[in-house]
Structures are given as structure tokens and as C-alpha cells.
Antibody
Framework: EVQLVESGGGVVRPGGSLRLSCAAS????????MSWVRQVPGKGLEWVSA????????DYADSVRGRFTISRDNARNSLYLQLNTLRADDTAFYHC??????????????WGQGTMVTVSS | EIVLTQSPGTLSLSPGERATLSCRAS???????LAWYQQKPGQAPRLLIY???SRATGIPDRFSGSGSGTDFTLTISRLEPEDFAVYYC????????FGQGTKLEIK
């Protein structure tokens, strides 16, 4: 089955760190660019970060640049997001998402269900 | 950052009717790189349209997208019961940003 499954979420204090993982299966993971997109429960979507197929190029939203780090391990079919210096407004579901296999188009055609990150003292 | 404003916030229609959802950008979307997603409660978003008007794999032809520059539209020609959901637009011409969503509810 073609799917993305996130893990690693939890409750963390402000200023703390967390590492999220996304396990891909059913497709050639190493052929695709990947992103993280977050969603506050009941609210809209916010793109967080992206990485190209081989990890050589990364991009971040201004709200997380310098605090979050995206990476991937194609041998393990896995995507990661290291979250540092967490703030209350980072509280959200974090989804991993696959970029469509159409050159130049950074839309997302496969999403995971998400893992919840709660930043609270 | 390009801000996307979707309207209306909520759209109340009946099955069989036509739905028109709007997405307006604060500046031109480069190459009209705009996508639309559908999200139902408890589910991940589903890609409907990319590149303003190209339907994603498996999307019925009652969904269509149009527009250019700063004004974009998602049209659902005849609403089916399963179409009632929240819809988001996303631009990816300059970084990537999403609109705040339009809720399509049954009247």
C-alpha cells in the first residue's frame, strides 16, 4: 500500500526539542521531493519545510527557519524533522507530504495522517 | 510572502448544485502555480488540481480549476454528497503558502 506514516509527536515544554519521523512505503521514496505541512486542529494548513529527492536542497518557512531541520534517509525510506527551540505556536499536527511527480509543480499528492506536537509548560 | 484569501468562508449549497470557490493572491502567482485540496474531518488533504487547471490522478471531471495572476477559481459542476468538505488553495510559485479554507456545507 502506498502510504506515509508519521511518528515522534508528543508533549514538550517551551524551548524543548523533538524529532519527527515519516515512514514511506509502497513507492520509490528516493524519487520524490518531500515536505512537512502542519495544521492546528480545526484550523488551516501551513507549509513548514521541503527537501528535494536526494537531500541536497532544503527550504523552510520563515516561521521555523533556524529552529527546524529537515532531512531524509532514502535507504530507510524515511523523512525527518528536527524541531528545536519549540514555542507554543508550534503546537499542531505535523503531516509529511509527497511532491507530485510532475517537474516544477510543488503540489502534494500523498499525505500522512499526521503526528501531534503539543508545546506546553 | 504571498497571502491567499479564500472566499466565501462558508458556502451552503444542495447536492446537484454548482459550487464556485475563489482564491485571491496578494501578488501574482508565478507561472500560475496554484493547487486545490479537499479535506474531510479526520482525514489528510487530498490533491484535486495543480497548475491552476490540471486534475490530479483519479479526480472526477466535475472538478475544474481556472484563473491566472492573482484570481483563481475552483468549480464543482454538480455537487455530490461526498463533495461537502473544506477546500484549500495553495500557491507554489514563490515558496509555498495555503489559503485559510472554504467550508462547503450542505444546505
Amino acid at each position: 500500500e502506498v502510504q506515509l506514516v508519521e511518528s515522534g509527536g508528543g508533549v514538550v515544554r517551551p524551548g524543548g526539542s523533538l524529532r519527527l519521523s515519516c515512514a514511506a512505503s509502497g513507492f520509490a521514496f528516493g524519487d520524490y521531493g518531500m515536505s512537512w505541512v502542519r495544521q492546528v486542529p480545526g484550523k488551516g494548513l501551513e507549509w513548514v519545510s521541503a527537501v528535494n529527492w536526494n537531500g541536497g536542497h532544503t527550504d523552510y518557512a520563515d516561521s521555523v527557519r533556524g529552529r527546524f531541520t529537515i532531512s531524509r534517509d532514502n535507504a530507510r525510506n524515511s523523512l525527518y524533522l528536527q524541531l528545536n527551540t519549540l514555542r507554543a505556536d508550534d503546537t499542531a499536527f505535523y503531516h509529511c507530504a509527497r511532491k507530485i511527480e510532475v517537474p516544477w509543480h510543488n503540489a502534494f499528492d500523498l499525505w500522512g495522517q499526521g503526528t501531534m506536537v503539543t508545546v506546553s509548560s | 510572502e504571498i497571502v491567499l484569501t479564500q472566499s466565501p468562508g462558508t458556502l451552503s449549497l444542495s447536492p446537484g448544485e454548482r459550487a464556485t470557490l475563489s482564491c485571491r493572491a496578494s501578488q501574482n502567482v508565478r507561472n500560475n502555480y496554484l493547487a486545490w485540496y479537499q479535506q474531510k474531518p479526520g482525514q489528510a488533504p487530498r490533491l484535486l488540481i495543480y497548475g491552476t487547471s490540471s486534475r490530479a490522478t483519479g479526480i472526477p471531471d466535475r472538478f475544474s480549476g481556472s484563473g491566472s495572476g492573482t484570481d483563481f477559481t475552483l468549480t464543482i459542476s454538480r455537487l455530490e454528497p461526498e463533495d461537502f468538505a473544506v477546500y484549500y488553495c495553495q500557491q507554489y510559485g514563490t515558496s509555498r503558502t495555503f489559503g485559510q479554507g472554504t467550508k462547503l456545507e450542505i444546505k
